[in-house]
């Protein structure tokens, strides 16, 4: 099995230098660029090779692409974007890839700034990833030296740019109009779409906003190819997927496996099972704005084509488990809470909803809920559904809410009957368990 | 006021953008980095540096975690309280933390060695429950380690 995107990371946590990376293979595709290969044939490729952003919403990054403005009358300049602000809990895939392999992540950016006729990149890192940041820095040091970036490069006419930014903390930097505007110097609210980055995007000029894990995959598709792409993936989106797995499972990691992996393989057959005495009740598939997966979906293909919607989305991929020594309404508590912290404030439904619901899930924890908080539950699911905010936050907190009503409902009713938190009572087994 | 060798680095941070403005984060980080936190002046002569009212910059300021415009002590701690540390126990090891030295969420003990605030998830979920004390990352941990952890830090 064929893992091109984390096959050369070392396993001791060290970082692969520049000599390493060029050896096995690393900056190969820009020799192809100076060989003739248009941007438009790059294009061609990444859309041939159904590559689809990694960062949870699945967009095929060939469309993406189609919409910035290209030709000698195209705005000047165009920005590329690397979306490095992990902060979907549960989710540590790109600083696996950043810290472990910084390179990748430039080589990416430069084909994907050459595609598109982009001369200048930033790579949008939260504030907390110092490691990541110094091995970034220390990368980007090396290509230009090298003559990778800030250099034309031979035979092309083409020169890019990269810069680090460092942000300073807020979920909400990973939306990708707000990333925008933070990169820009304010504060992180959403904007507006349209206009999409694609035409009206970082001061204004042609924007591209792609997540860590995409861009990693680009130069392996540029040396490889469409057909070899697809070969790696079991389902109809190419190419392989960093999955991970969180919680009281007896292995707790990051494996990188073919697209359309099902969570029954990667939970039992990597992450080892569950952990002694627990059992397991749901998976979030890939971050908190995903809506749980229980038994019945476990052998589905986790990939962006193959979950119907009414059941879920893949996310970013990285798994969290609840097990039945957990109480569902306190672990939504948490990711509520998560939510209502993290709220930009811009639009009443998610600044006001977002509290409220975290409120009426601490009175079913204290156990004074009553079945009309159930009811209100149940509503501010409808409140707060896409398009009823400005942007996805909200509706994404909804749907691990709206799955744990329909999956675990009895659990919260059992807090209203019982006017307690039924997992409360048992600290000498929780002891036990970690 | 800052100091040169604080205008330098901030003359450094304005050549990744195409305006000054565009450094605000940068230039709040950089001095932080340096004073511990952004107080009322410090504020007024970043703000003068990148030509923005201080009004602006402030609403930058408040907006983002990592900036503080309130004193902190020596050290801080982020306690990563996101989902799959809270599934493996990091109340009870903040709960330890209250125990040990004093200090909730929010608050800087009294010798001003430690200020313990809230994270989100900070990406080491793997190896849960985490915290993180200035820039480095403490995995793993349990109500029993946390003390030897948090007494490197003086």
């Known amino acids: 099995m064929e893992r091109p995107l984390t096959q050369h990371i070392h396993p001791d946590g060290t970082t692969r230098t520049l000599r390493e990376y060029v050896k096995d293979g690393g900056y190969r595709c820009l020799q192809k660029l100076a060989a003739g290969l248009a941007p438009k044939d790059v294009q061609r490729l990444v859309t041939e090779a159904g590559l689809r952003g990694r960062g949870g919403g699945g967009f095929p990054t060939g469309t993406k692409w189609s919409f910035v403005p290209m030709g000698p009358d195209a705005p000047k300049p165009k920005y590329i974007v690397a979306n490095g602000d992990e902060m979907e809990p549960g989710t540590f895939k790109d600083r696996v890839l950043m810290e472990g392999d910084s390179h990748g992540l430039i080589e990416g950016m430069i084909l994907a700034g050459y595609a598109l006729d982009a001369e200048v990149g930033y790579i949008f890192l939260r504030g907390e990833y110092h490691l990541s940041a110094q091995r970034l820095n220390q990368a980007i040091a090396e290509a230009y030296a090298e003559g990778y970036l800030g250099k034309t490069i031979p035979g092309t006419g083409f020169r890019f740019d990269l810069h680090l930014h460092s942000s300073a903390g807020r979920y909400i930097c990973g939306e990708e109009t707000a990333l925008i505007n933070a990169l820009e110097g304010k504060r992180a609210v959403p904007r507006a779409k349209p206009p999409f980055p694609q035409t009206v995007g970082l001061w204004g000029q042609p924007t591209v906003v792609q997540n860590v894990e995409t861009f990693y995959n680009l130069p392996h598709i540029v040396n490889h190819g469409a057909a070899w792409y697809h070969s790696l993936s079991h389902t109809q989106d190419g190419g392989t997927k960093i999955y991970g797995v969180s919680g009281r499972v007896i292995h707790p990691g990051w494996w990188e496996l073919p697209l359309g992996t099902t969570a029954r393989e990667i939970l039992e057959e990597h992450a080892g099972g569950m952990a002694n005495g627990v059992r397991f009740r749901g998976v979030l598939p890939g971050g908190i704005s995903t809506a749980f997966l229980v038994e019945k979906h476990l052998d589905l293909p986790l990939d962006f084509s193959s979950l119907p919607p009414q059941v879920g989305r893949l996310g970013t991929g990285t798994m969290i488990v609840l097990d039945d020594h957990t109480c569902p309404v306190g672990f939504v508590l948490n990711l509520e809470r998560f939510f209502a912290r993290e709220s930009c404030g811009w639009c009443t439904p998610c600044r006001e909803g977002l509290p409220w619901v975290a409120r009426i899930l601490t009175s079913f924890e204290e156990g004074h809920a009553s079945k009309d908080d159930l009811a209100l539950l149940d509503m501010h699911t409808k409140w707060l559904a896409p398009g009823h905010t400005f942007c996805g936050l909200a509706p994404g907190a909804m749907a691990p809410l709206q799955s744990a009503l329909q999956y675990f409902r009895e659990d919260f009713e059992q807090h209203i009957s019982r006017g307690r938190c039924p997992w409360s009572k048992k600290p000498a087994q929780l002891k036990v368990l970690v | ?154």
């Not at chain 2, 003359?11 to 605000?24: L, Q």
């Not at chain 2, 004093?102 to 809230?118: A, F, H, K, N, Y």
């Open chain 2, 1 to 154: 006021m800052l100091s040169e060798t604080e205008r330098r680095e901030l003359e450094e941070a304005v050549k990744h953008y195409p305006d000054k403005r565009g450094a605000a984060i940068d230039a709040l980080l950089t001095i932080q980095r340096r004073r511990g936190w952004i107080s009322d002046d410090l504020l007024l002569d970043i703000a003068q540096f990148l030509e923005i009212t201080a009004e602006d910059l402030d609403s930058v300021a408040t907006f983002y975690n990592l900036i503080f415009r309130k004193p902190v002590g020596r050290h801080v701690a982020f306690m990563c309280d996101s989902i799959s540390c809270w599934i493996k126990g990091c109340e009870r090891v903040q709960e330890q933390i209250k125990n040990l030295y004093d200090v909730e969420l929010g608050q800087t003990t009294s010798d001003g060695r430690l200020t313990l605030l809230p994270i989100a998830c900070l990406g080491q979920c793997e190896r849960a429950p985490a915290i993180m004390i200035d820039q480095d990352v403490h995995g793993d941990i349990t109500p029993d380690t946390i003390e030897q952890i948090v007494e490197k830090y003086k």
